[in-house]
């Protein structure tokens, strides 16, 4: 009744290095997508803090180039880091002035139009200070920030320094 | 049971699995190979636009500055990460900056340069030490290191002075030949003598005209093959016109032949002598046409004493070597060598010993035929070599076209082309190098090497021309002829020619009087000896000009003349670090080392009577000559003065410019002792205006020093005491032994401030306009800040560190120092958390 046996299965031998070959792949596995996960976890929060640079720095950049020189006032909210907020008067493209407010309250940073409420610029803002490099020169002003985000618990954070000198035409 | 069996399997087999997984592997690898794409792709646009960043920004702080303080490159280098287009950068005075912003280190670099414009709105070039001409080019470069390369960003702007003096006045004029017709010259050169800077080149009408500021200037027209023509001292303030004649120089021809001697020939070669008694000797007679002694051997006998060898192979076979027992060991200039396989030789008459017997068999006794000779024999060559260096100084080869042996017909080895022979080399032939490329002389050397056998050798039968050894000496009337090389002449008029095939050369156009002859290769050069003639139209013969001495240079020549237009002699020229002197007629003739050079005349102002002077971009090509790089000196001296804060304390680093009629004519910078010096093209005699260029906020008393210069004069100009001046505080913050790369906001200010904690002030208009200055910075990524503050006085320095926790509540936390900082001066000052 029993035809020949043409063996279909696996052998034992097979099997056991299947099971050996899986458990190396299985055991790598979770390193390999840590790796990953923190490469592109790095990668986004760089690129964005960047971009949050970038931006801010360039958008306070335009902004000041415009303001007239002897309205601008620096201060801090009360009871943040000291030289962190700027209040300017800077003219519009329709010849019409608005007076501008950059500050920063926790790790964020506000803009604020004519006095109204402040809107979020961005987050993850470490750092950012405006100064004078010399006090008698009212058209030279420096801008220095700092982003930091944090990529994962308790592992490296991802940092973007810039500094800009901003001459004020008005 | 047994059913189950029979089913066709679904599974997948191992091979099958195995398969799949190095196909999701590629798929994997391939993703993971893609993020590094895409960091490049963040990371490229970024490097460029900070790059830009930092350009504009380093163009805005230097148009930011005052005309005079943009100072103008002095030293330059090449950054060669660039090769092979690297690009030139300023060393002196302004320096490579090093920047990290987002990580990526930049190197940001300037070159700045003095630039005319001319009527057509062209901007030439100019070099730094000829006087200002109220335009600066500015280029500032940016680079950086990124995926693999080095990237660069440019970027060009110019620099005006606002108070420029207009060029209200002008020249014109034309350039016209003396004598009959008076034609037009072209191409002259009209130049202000007291503003080297303003000059124009005469059209195909002889007319000149430039534009110059008001002023008192002479005039200098000059064209090669006339003699330069000075105007008088003219006063402009409008349009001034001068007409130039200029003579032209007469000239003549200088005719010559150039040869090379540099190595040893083969100066006859003798395979079998037939004498008298019936032995056959043969030798290889060596001449030395070299101006030097060559050592043969290192020692005298046989064993490892080879220096200079001799070789003979036969058409077909392998090359036979010889041993040599040396009997002399050195052949002096004009000398001959005699190898032979026998101690004494007999031909024609005459007896010599040999300098060097060879063997082929460990018996030097014995006559060895090592040359095959006989009618019919085989065609071959034998070779003069140096051992120890496998370097080939001659070979001659003979054919035998009709020997009857196919196989033995031609030499292995000949220079252009083998001696032709029917039935080969026979006894009692012998081959004999030419005295010149018309045959043999007896007493003169056998020297004639345009290295083709067939024209340089003879061939007689029986032997008439007698064997030479080390005790015969006769005088080399050719050499190799120096097709092609570079011949010129120190006259200034005549334009350089080349030596033809057989080395002869013409040399026409050279101005009357006795100039030194100079001829050259890529190897070597003559500096000839004195040729011409006093009368227009004379033909002076050169003779045979030999090229002995090793040659590793270009030449440059020119002349060196006063305002006058006479040569000024002993004046100093330099390019790269070779100098040479200008001849009594101020012509000078500098050896360079092949390249672009800049030729500077009057180097460093060793003489102190005159200014120096300098011509960029010469290029120098080996053994070639770059005619006419000829400079016009000022009388010139030196301006002096010391610029001191206080009376007592040096002020470093601040440069001071000297006007003459408000044209900037030269600058200087105080060293770290206080002292400046101004000197260049642009201080000339005359009444000088010296000012030093201040910052914002400093003041000099006295403003201004006058002094008049007289030729060869360093003038002490007086002492500037210089209020306000800047120094700097500058140092480290650091948090729990760490740089804190996130900023720290630094205050410096002579009040003290307080509050609890401690705050900056409001900077509102009303602190900005008070008596008390404030200083602020931030922190840089590298945990170091610099902050330059008003010298002489003490001020209290305030820093503030900001952290966060983790409800975004910040904790202030301020350090306190104070320090006094003088004009200058640069104090440390750490803070630590």
Same mark, same amino acid.
């Given at each position: 009744?029993?035809?020949?046996?043409?063996?279909?299965?696996?052998?034992?031998?097979?099997?056991?290095?299947?099971?050996?070959?899986?458990? /190396?792949?299985?055991?790598?596995?979770?390193?390999?997508?840590?790796? !990953?996960?923190?490469?592109?976890?790095?990668?986004?929060?760089?690129?964005? !803090?960047?971009?949050?640079?970038?931006?801010?720095?360039?958008? !306070?950049?335009?902004?000041?180039?415009?303001?007239?020189?002897?309205?601008?006032? /620096?201060?801090? /909210?009360?009871?943040?880091?000291?030289?962190?907020? !700027?209040?300017?008067?800077?003219?519009?493209?329709?010849?019409?002035?608005?007076?501008?407010?950059?500050?920063?309250?926790?790790?964020?940073?506000?803009?604020?139009?004519?006095?109204?409420?402040?809107?979020?610029?961005?987050?993850?803002?470490?750092?950012?200070?405006?100064?004078?490099?010399?006090?008698?020169?009212?058209?030279? /002003?420096?801008?220095?920030?700092?982003?930091?985000?944090?990529?994962?618990?308790?592992?490296?954070?991802?940092?973007?320094?810039?500094?800009?000198?901003?001459?004020?035409?008005? | 049971?047994?059913?189950?069996?029979?089913?066709?399997?679904?599974?997948?087999?191992?091979? #099958?699995?195995?398969?799949?997984?190095?196909?999701?592997?590629?798929?994997?690898?391939?993703?993971?190979?893609?993020?590094?794409?895409?960091?490049?792709?963040?990371?490229?646009?970024?490097?460029?636009?900070?790059?830009?960043?930092?350009?504009?920004? %380093?163009?805005?702080?230097?148009?930011?500055?005052?005309?005079?303080?943009?100072?103008?490159?002095?030293?330059?280098?090449?950054?060669?990460?660039?090769?092979?287009?690297?690009?030139?950068?300023?060393?002196?005075?302004?320096?490579?900056? =090093?920047?990290?912003?987002?990580?990526?280190?930049?190197?940001?670099?300037?070159?700045?340069?003095?630039?005319?414009?001319?009527?057509?709105?062209?901007?030439?070039?100019?070099n730094?030490n000829?006087?200002?001409?109220?335009?600066? #080019?500015?280029?500032?470069?940016?680079?950086?290191?990124?995926?693999?390369?080095? %990237?660069?960003?440019?970027?060009?702007?110019?620099?005006?002075?606002?108070?420029?003096?207009?060029?209200?006045?002008?020249?014109?004029?034309?350039?016209?030949?003396?004598?009959?017709?008076?034609?037009?010259?072209?191409g002259a050169i009209?130049r202000?003598?007291?503003?080297p800077?303003?000059?124009?080149?005469?059209?195909?009408?002889?007319?000149?005209?430039?534009?110059?500021?008001?002023?008192?200037?002479?005039?200098q @027209?000059s064209r090669q093959g006339f003699f330069s023509?000075?105007?008088?001292?003219?006063?402009?303030?409008?349009?001034?016109?001068?007409?130039?004649?200029l003579?032209r120089m007469s000239s003549g021809t200088i005719t010559g032949t150039a040869w090379l001697r540099d190595?040893?020939?083969?100066?006859?070669?003798?395979?079998?002598?037939?004498?008298?008694?019936?032995?056959?000797? #043969?030798?290889? #007679?060596?001449?030395?046409?070299t101006t030097w002694?060559?050592?043969?051997?290192?020692?005298?006998?046989?064993?490892?004493?080879?220096?200079?060898?001799?070789?003979?192979?036969?058409?077909?076979?392998?090359?036979?070597?010889?041993?040599?027992?040396?009997?002399?060991?050195?052949?002096?200039?004009?000398?001959?060598?005699?190898? =032979?396989?026998?101690?004494?030789?007999?031909?024609?008459?005459?007896?010599?010993?040999?300098?060097?017997?060879?063997?082929?068999?460990?018996?030097?006794?014995?006559?060895?035929?090592?040359?095959?000779?006989?009618?019919?024999?085989?065609?071959?060559?034998?070779?003069?070599?140096?051992?120890?260096?496998?370097?080939?100084?001659?070979?001659?080869?003979?054919?035998?076209?009709?020997?009857?042996?196919?196989?033995?017909?031609?030499?292995?080895?000949?220079?252009?082309?083998?001696?032709?022979?029917?039935?080969?080399?026979?006894?009692?032939?012998?081959?004999?190098?030419?005295?010149?490329?018309?045959?043999?002389?007896?007493?003169?050397?056998?020297?004639?090497?345009?290295?083709?056998?067939?024209?340089?050798?003879?061939?007689? %039968?029986?032997?008439?021309?007698?064997?030479?050894?080390?005790?015969?000496?006769?005088?080399?009337?050719?050499g190799t002829p120096a097709a092609g090389a570079p011949v010129f002449a120190s006259d200034g008029l005549s334009s350089s020619t080349q030596a033809a =095939?057989?080395g002869a050369f013409t040399l026409s156009g050279v101005a009357t009087g006795y100039w030194t002859l100079y001829v050259s290769s890529g190897m070597s050069v003559s500096t000839g000896g004195v040729y011409g003639g006093a009368?227009?139209?004379f033909a002076a013969d050169a003779g045979s000009v030999v090229l002995s001495t090793d040659n590793v240079f270009g030449f440059i020549t020119g002349v060196v003349t006063g305002i006058t237009g006479a040569g000024i002699p002993d004046i100093k020229v330099a390019a790269g670090s070779r100098q040479a002197s200008t001849g009594s007629n101020g012509r000078y003739l500098l050896p360079a080392d092949p390249g672009e050079q800049t030729v500077w005349a009057n180097y460093h102002t060793d003489n102190t009577s005159y200014i120096e002077t300098s011509s960029m971009g010469v290029t120098v090509e080996l053994g070639r000559i770059t005619e006419n790089v000829d400079f016009v000196l000022q009388?010139?001296? %030196?301006?002096?003065?010391?610029?001191?804060?206080?009376?007592?304390?040096?002020?470093?680093?601040?440069?001071?410019?000297?006007?003459?009629?408000?044209?900037?004519?030269?600058?200087?910078?105080?060293?770290?002792?206080?002292?400046?010096?101004?000197?260049?093209t642009?201080?000339?005699?005359?009444?000088?205006?010296?000012?030093?260029?201040?910052?914002?906020?400093?003041?000099?008393?006295?403003?201004?020093?006058?002094?008049?210069?007289?030729?060869?004069?360093?003038?002490?100009?007086?002492?500037?005491?210089?209020?306000?001046?800047?120094?700097?505080?500058?140092?480290?913050?650091?948090?729990?032994?760490?740089?804190?790369?996130?900023?720290?906001?630094?205050? @410096?200010?002579?009040?003290?401030?307080?509050?609890?904690?401690?705050?900056?002030?409001?900077?509102?208009?009303?602190?900005?306009?008070?008596?008390?200055?404030?200083?602020?910075?931030?922190?840089?990524?590298?945990?170091?800040?610099?902050?330059?503050?008003?010298?002489?006085?003490?001020?209290?320095?305030?820093?503030?560190?900001?952290?966060?926790?983790?409800?975004? =509540?910040?904790?202030?936390?301020?350090?306190?120092?104070?320090?006094?900082?003088?004009?200058?001066?640069?104090?440390?000052?750490?803070?630590?958390?």
């Amino acid at each position: 009744m029993v035809t020949p046996r043409s063996r279909k299965g696996y052998s034992l031998m097979e099997l056991m290095l299947v099971v050996a070959i899986l458990g /190396v792949i299985v055991s790598a596995a979770p390193r390999m997508f840590t790796g !990953i996960y923190r490469f592109t976890r790095m990668i986004t929060a760089k690129a964005e !803090i960047q971009k949050n640079a970038r931006g801010t720095l360039s958008n !306070i950049n335009r902004g000041l180039r415009q303001a007239q020189a002897s309205s601008i006032l /620096v201060d801090q /909210v009360s009871g943040q880091p000291p030289h962190s907020r !700027i209040t300017f008067t800077r003219y519009k493209t329709d010849g019409s002035t608005e007076v501008v407010s950059y500050y920063q309250s926790g790790k964020k940073l506000y803009m604020s139009t004519n006095l109204a409420a402040g809107k979020k610029v961005c987050d993850d803002l470490r750092y950012i200070a405006f100064t004078y490099p010399k006090s008698d020169d009212s058209y030279i /002003v420096s801008i220095s920030v700092t982003f930091e985000k944090a990529t994962y618990e308790g592992a490296a954070k991802a940092l973007q320094m810039a500094v800009e000198k901003v001459r004020v035409m008005n | 049971m047994a059913r189950i069996f029979e089913k066709n399997r679904k599974g997948v087999t191992l091979v #099958e699995l195995m398969a799949a997984t190095v196909i999701i592997s590629v798929g994997v690898l391939g993703m993971v190979g893609a993020f590094r794409y895409i960091n490049f792709g963040i990371q490229a646009p970024k490097g460029r636009s900070l790059a830009n960043n930092l350009a504009q920004e %380093k163009i805005e702080v230097l148009k930011n500055k005052s005309y005079f303080r943009v100072m103008v490159t002095t030293a330059t280098d090449l950054d060669h990460n660039f090769d092979p287009d690297a690009y030139e950068y300023d060393t002196y005075p302004n320096g490579s900056e =090093a920047l990290n912003v987002g990580g990526i280190n930049f190197t940001r670099r300037v070159w700045i340069r003095k630039v005319s414009e001319n009527s057509d709105g062209e901007l030439t070039l100019l070099n730094w030490n000829l006087p200002d001409t109220g335009l600066k #080019e500015i280029i500032v470069y940016v680079s950086w290191f990124e995926g693999g390369s080095w %990237k660069k960003v440019e970027l060009r702007n110019l620099r005006g002075n606002p108070d420029r003096t207009n060029l209200n006045a002008m020249f014109t004029g034309t350039v016209l030949e003396a004598g009959t017709g008076t034609p037009p010259i072209q191409g002259a050169i009209v130049r202000a003598q007291e503003n080297p800077a303003r000059y124009d080149t005469t059209d195909a009408s002889g007319a000149y005209g430039f534009a110059i500021e008001a002023g008192s200037y002479t005039l200098q @027209a000059s064209r090669q093959g006339f003699f330069s023509s000075v105007s008088p001292l003219y006063i402009v303030s409008a349009t001034q016109n001068h007409a130039f004649t200029l003579t032209r120089m007469s000239s003549g021809t200088i005719t010559g032949t150039a040869w090379l001697r540099d190595h040893l020939v083969i100066s006859q070669v003798v395979g079998s002598s037939m004498t008298s008694s019936g032995q056959e000797h #043969e030798w290889v #007679e060596v001449y030395n046409p070299t101006t030097w002694t060559w050592t043969m051997a290192t020692g005298l006998g046989a064993g490892a004493n080879d220096e200079v060898v001799i070789s003979y192979t036969e058409s077909g076979e392998a090359e036979d070597k010889p041993d040599f027992d040396y009997r002399t060991v050195s052949l002096a200039p004009g000398s001959y060598y005699l190898f =032979a396989n026998t101690g004494t030789v007999t031909a024609a008459g005459v007896t010599r010993t040999a300098d060097a017997v060879y063997d082929m068999d460990s018996d030097f006794g014995n006559l060895d035929n090592m040359i095959q000779t006989g009618g019919p024999s085989s065609g071959g060559h034998v070779l003069l070599g140096i051992e120890s260096l496998g370097q080939i100084l001659d070979i001659v080869g003979w054919n035998a076209t009709d020997n009857g042996i196919s196989s033995k017909r031609t030499a292995q080895r000949y220079e252009g082309q083998a001696i032709v022979q029917s039935i080969g080399f026979e006894l009692g032939e012998e081959y004999t190098r030419k005295t010149t490329s018309s045959g043999v002389s007896p007493g003169y050397g056998r020297c004639y090497d345009s290295n083709n056998n067939e024209n340089d050798i003879v061939d007689a %039968k029986p032997i008439t021309n007698p064997p030479h050894n080390s005790a015969d000496s006769e005088v080399c009337d050719s050499g190799t002829p120096a097709a092609g090389a570079p011949v010129f002449a120190s006259d200034g008029l005549s334009s350089s020619t080349q030596a033809a =095939a057989s080395g002869a050369f013409t040399l026409s156009g050279v101005a009357t009087g006795y100039w030194t002859l100079y001829v050259s290769s890529g190897m070597s050069v003559s500096t000839g000896g004195v040729y011409g003639g006093a009368s227009s139209g004379f033909a002076a013969d050169a003779g045979s000009v030999v090229l002995s001495t090793d040659n590793v240079f270009g030449f440059i020549t020119g002349v060196v003349t006063g305002i006058t237009g006479a040569g000024i002699p002993d004046i100093k020229v330099a390019a790269g670090s070779r100098q040479a002197s200008t001849g009594s007629n101020g012509r000078y003739l500098l050896p360079a080392d092949p390249g672009e050079q800049t030729v500077w005349a009057n180097y460093h102002t060793d003489n102190t009577s005159y200014i120096e002077t300098s011509s960029m971009g010469v290029t120098v090509e080996l053994g070639r000559i770059t005619e006419n790089v000829d400079f016009v000196l000022q009388p010139g001296g %030196k301006l002096r003065g010391w610029i001191t804060t206080n009376g007592t304390d040096p002020l470093p680093n601040v440069p001071v410019s000297a006007f003459e009629s408000s044209v900037e004519q030269g600058n200087g910078i105080t060293d770290a002792n206080g002292y400046f010096l101004i000197w260049g093209t642009g201080i000339s005699t005359g009444t000088y205006d010296v000012v030093p260029q201040l910052e914002d906020g400093e003041s000099s008393s006295p403003s201004t020093h006058t002094v008049a210069l007289v030729a060869g004069d360093t003038a002490f100009v007086g002492t500037f005491t210089v209020t306000g001046a800047m120094g700097s505080i500058r140092g480290s913050v650091t948090a729990g032994g760490v740089n804190i790369n996130t900023g720290v906001l630094i205050y @410096a200010t002579t009040t003290t401030l307080t509050g609890s904690p401690i705050m900056p002030p409001t900077m509102d208009p009303t602190t900005r306009a008070g008596s008390v200055k404030y200083y602020a910075v931030s922190s840089n990524a590298q945990g170091a800040y610099d902050l330059p503050v008003r010298g002489g006085s003490a001020y209290n320095i305030y820093a503030w560190y900001t952290t966060w926790d983790s409800n975004e =509540a910040a904790t202030i936390s301020v350090r306190q120092s104070t320090a006094a900082v003088a004009a200058g001066q640069i104090v440390t000052e750490n803070f630590s958390w």
